[in-house]
């Protein structure tokens, strides 16, 4: 089955780590850049980060710049969100997305979109 | 950071209805952009992308269109399984920024 499937997250207090996992099954994990999206309840999607297929080219929100650290592990099929000093405002529920693209003709670029999202990983920032 | 403005923030409609949900760039993104679905404490699901191309599995009721700065969602006639929140989402530029959402309920 093609999925994706987070875990890592949980309760952790201000200043504190968690680091995140997406497993990815039923594709071939090392064609796709990826993305963390996150979200907190009852409001609306954030885009967190981006990683290339090969781990060379990331990329990060302003917000979690410094803090946050995506990799992967082509040979285990995982995607990472590596959390450190949290604050409370990082409560949120984190979701893995695949990337896919189509060729846009007109530009010569591709337009990249998330075609497979994992359920997500609660992450609370409380003392 | 690209700027996107859903509109209206939340709608009413009725079961068969046809719905339209706007979302303006805050600057222009050709087709560079994308629409999903969200149910309560579910995943989002893409519908949309590239402006006007339909998602594998999507209902044909689904279309999208626009280009440049204004983009519009429309759902042909509502179903049951439609009420929902949407979201349009642009990767023009990173951040990939997303619309605020557009809650549609059953009026």
């Known amino acids: 089955e093609v999925q994706l499937v987070e875990s890592g997250g949980g309760l952790v207090q201000p200043g504190g780590s968690l680091r995140l996992s997406c497993a990815a099954s039923?594709?071939?994990?090392?064609?796709?850049?990826m993305h963390w999206v996150r979200q907190v309840p009852g409001k609306g999607l954030v885009w967190v980060s981006r990683?290339?297929?090969?781990?060379?080219?990331?990329d990060y929100a302003d917000s979690v710049k410094g803090r946050f650290t995506i990799s992967r592990d082509n040979a285990e099929n995982t995607l990472y969100l590596q959390v450190d000093s949290l604050r409370a405002e990082d409560t949120a529920v984190y979701y893995c997305a695949r990337a896919a693209h189509t060729f846009d003709f007109w530009s010569g670029y591709y337009i990249w979109y998330f075609d497979l999202w994992g359920r997500g990983t609660l992450v609370t920032v409380s003392s | 950071d690209i700027q996107m403005t859903q509109s209206p923030s939340s709608l009413s409609a009725s079961v068969a209805d046809r719905v339209t949900i706007t979302c303006r760039a805050s600057?222009?993104?050709?087709?560079?952009l994308n629409w999903y679905q969200q149910k309560p404490r579910k995943a989002p699901q893409l519908l949309i992308y590239?402006?006007?191309s339909l998602q594998s599995g999507v209902p044909s009721r689904f279309s999208g269109s626009g280009s440049g700065t204004d983009f519009t969602l429309t759902i042909s006639s509502l179903q049951p399984e439609d009420f929902a929140t949407y979201y349009c989402q642009q990767t023009h530029s990173t951040p990939h920024t997303f619309g605020q959402g557009t809650k549609l309920e059953i009026k």
């Open positions: 039923g594709f071939t994990f090392s064609n796709h850049w």
């Open positions: 590239a402006a006007s």
């Open positions: 990683i290339n297929s090969d781990g060379i080219i990331t």
């Open positions: 600057q222009s993104i050709s087709t560079y």
